[in-house]
Structure formats: structure tokens, C-alpha cells
């Protein structure tokens, strides 16, 4: 049994923005939303990342956690694999799509390297680099909480989010801070409501964080690559 202090290192080292997955890298959309107008302050960035971890791609990634933690932590390869493969098709956009792989691969390479012993390394083997980042992440978290799992990602999603908007919109570090305050809520039932999701309850109604990522891909200047 892993011990508690051991599972929350992993939890906070695994979902740090200085580990290397190259989140940093993704907007989810955002970059058009502010390029068109539609995300111009603090407000409107915290409803956007509020659309997502609830409505979008943040929930959905939410739920393949789950499902890939429950997989894990009972030792179902052929589960777990079901699980990747839906993952993997399940996205609005090939610029999410391209998110969610490279963060997968990334988080794979360097958690299977310096992390090993977690169920994640025998994914990793059969897989390669194509594995969806929660699928990813789930599979090597079965040694925690699932809450606490899921938690931290959706903790780390919006993170990534805020920091992506205090560099578009602008805005200042504290407005930044104000804006991840304010998402706790929403980070944490998010989190609840997906521990309990079952895969064939699924379903997306972010429509306009997807349009935003289609339109992403013809924009004429970008500093993030969705």
C-alpha cells in the first residue's frame, strides 16, 4: 500500500506546471475566444474555463480519469484499453485532439522514467505515444485517492487556463489569482460529479470552446499551438 505522503507528492509533483508535458504550449481554444473578443477580462476568462471543466474537454477529461483509474486499480488491461481508445477519439477538434496526445506522451515518457512501478508503465509499452493525457494520468494515479486524483487535475487544467489568459487578454498575476480563486468551486464539484460519471453518460455542450479550437487552426498569428 503506497503511503499517504508518497501518493500526495506524486499528486502535486505529477500535476506541477514545471512538470515536462508542455501544457504551457495550449490555450484549448482560448487564443481565438480573446483574438475575436469573446474572452476580454477576468470574468469572461473564468467563464470559459468554467464552460470547459464542466460542459467541454475539461469534463470529459474529468471522466476518463475516473474510468482509467478504476481500470488501473484493478489491473483490467483490456479496460483500461477500452478506456484509451474512446479517449482518444473523443474530441471536438484536431487542435484538442493534438493537445491531449502530445500531453499523454509527454506525461507518459517522463512519469514511465521517473515514476516507474505504476500501472501507467505496461499502457505506455502496448500504446506508445498515443494515449489521451487523463487516460495518462489515471492510470498512474490509481495509487491515490480518486478525488484527490481528480482534483488535481482539474486544479491543473484550469491553472494552465488562467495562465494562458493573463498572457492573451493581459492580464495582471493578481487578476490571475482572483480568477483561479473564484474557479475553486467549480474545480472541486467538477471533480465530484465525475467520480460517480459513468463513460455511457458522456457527452459534451461546450459548442463554442470547440468552434473557437476549429478556428484556431487558421489563425493568422498564434503563440499557442490550440
Known sequence: MVEPCD????????????????GFAFSHGLEWAVE?????????????????LEK???????VF?????????TDDADALDDVADLAAAWRGSAETALESRHQGAAFARATCAAF???PLDALAQRRGDEIAFPVAVGAAMAGAPLEAALIAFAQAFAANLVSAGVRLIPLGQTDGLLA?????????????VAQEAPLDM???SALRIDIASMRHETQYTRLFRS
Open 116 to 118: 516507474p512501478g505504476t
Open 7 to 22: 501518493w500526495l507528492l506524486k499528486l502535486l509533483t505529477w500535476m506541477s506546471p514545471a512538470y515536462p508535458v508542455g
Open 65 to 73: 480519469l475516473a474510468a482509467s483509474w478504476r481500470a488501473a486499480r
Open 56 to 62: 467541454g474537454g475539461g469534463w470529459s477529461d474529468l
Open 36 to 52: 475575436t473578443s469573446d474572452v476580454g477580462n477576468r470574468g469572461d476568462l473564468e467563464s470559459y474555463i468554467g464552460a470547459a
Open 180 to 192: 483561479l480563486a473564484a474557479l475553486a468551486p467549480i474545480v472541486t464539484r467538477a471533480a465530484h
Open 202 to 204: 458522456l457527452s459534451t
